[in-house]
T-cell receptor, first 113, second 113 residues
Framework: DAKTTQPPSMDCAEGRAANLPCNHSTISGNEYVYWYRQIHSQGPQYIIH???NNETNEMASLIITEDRKSSTLILPHATLRDTAVYYCIFHNAGGTSYGKLTFGQGTILTVHP | GAGVSQSPSNKVTEKGKDVELRCDPISGHTALYWYRQSLGQGLEFLIYFQGNSAPDKSGLPSDRFSAERTGGSVSTLTIQRTQQEDSAVYLC???????????FGSGTRLTVV
C-alpha cells in the first residue's frame, strides 16, 4: 500500500497559518496527493488534491515539491474549528487500485486561542 | 441529496444477530466506498463499487460481511452473525470519479453487545 509520513501532532495559534508537511518519497508519476481531515466524531472531509502543480481552493493550498516526494498543506488563517486529524494520502487513480484510499495515522492539528 | 446519507446513525445489536447498514450516495456519483473505523483507530477499507459492480472486495474481513449496490445508487452493507469485534463506525463515501475527492457520510456507529 502507498505510504506517507506525517508528524503525529502539531500546534498552531488561531489566526496564524498552519503548515502541515507530508513525505511521500515512493510516489510514482501518475499518483495524486490527497488531503483529508477528520474532526472528532465526524466522517473524513475532503480538502484538496493535486498531481504536480500547486493547488488552491477555498479551504487550503497544496504545495508539491518539484520531485513530488513531499507536500505541504497550508491553512492560511487557522481557526479553532480547524482542530482535527489531517490525512495525507496518495494513490494511483487508474489501474487496479480503483481510487481506493489507504489512510495512515495522520497529524493531529490543535489550534489554540 | 446534498451529501452522503447513512442510516441508521446508531445501531445497537445483540451478538449473533444480522444487521444492515444503508448508504445513499450523492446523486450521479458512480463510485462508492465502505470503510470502518474502530475506536481510536484509522480508517479500514472494506469494499469499492463502480456502478453496481464491486471490483475490489479485498477489505471485507470475513464471509459474514457482504455488500450490494442497486441502480447505481443505494448500497447496503450486511453483517451476519455479528460479533463484538464488529463494533465500529461504518463510513460510506462516494465520488464522481476515481480522481475526484470523496464525500463521506457521517457514518453508522455499530455496537454489538
Amino acid at each position: 500500500d502507498a505510504k506517507t509520513t506525517q508528524p503525529p501532532s502539531m500546534d498552531c495559534a488561531e489566526g496564524r497559518a498552519a503548515n502541515l508537511p507530508c513525505n511521500h518519497s515512493t510516489i510514482s508519476g501518475n499518483e495524486y496527493v490527497y488531503w483529508y481531515r477528520q474532526i472528532h466524531s465526524q466522517g473524513p472531509q475532503y480538502i484538496i488534491h493535486g498531481l504536480k502543480n500547486n493547488e488552491t481552493n477555498e479551504m487550503a493550498s497544496l504545495i508539491i515539491t518539484e520531485d513530488r516526494k513531499s507536500s505541504t498543506l497550508i491553512l492560511p488563517h487557522a481557526t479553532l474549528r480547524d482542530t482535527a486529524v489531517y490525512y495525507c494520502i496518495f494513490h494511483n487513480a487508474g489501474g487496479t487500485s480503483y481510487g481506493k484510499l489507504t489512510f495512515g495515522q495522520g497529524t493531529i492539528l490543535t489550534v489554540h486561542p | 441529496g446534498a451529501g452522503v446519507s447513512q442510516s441508521p446513525s446508531n445501531k445497537v445489536t445483540e451478538k449473533g444477530k444480522d444487521v444492515e447498514l444503508r448508504c445513499d450516495p450523492i446523486s450521479g456519483h458512480t463510485a462508492l466506498y465502505w470503510y470502518r473505523q474502530s475506536l481510536g483507530q484509522g480508517l479500514e477499507f472494506l469494499i469499492y463499487f463502480q456502478g453496481n459492480s464491486a471490483p475490489d472486495k479485498s477489505g471485507l474481513p470475513s464471509d459474514r460481511f457482504s455488500a450490494e449496490r442497486t441502480g447505481g445508487s443505494v448500497s447496503t452493507l450486511t453483517i451476519q452473525r455479528t460479533q463484538q469485534e464488529d463494533s465500529a463506525v461504518y463510513l460510506c463515501a462516494s465520488s464522481f470519479s476515481a480522481t475526484n475527492g470523496y464525500t463521506f457520510g457521517s457514518g453508522t456507529r455499530l455496537t454489538v453487545v
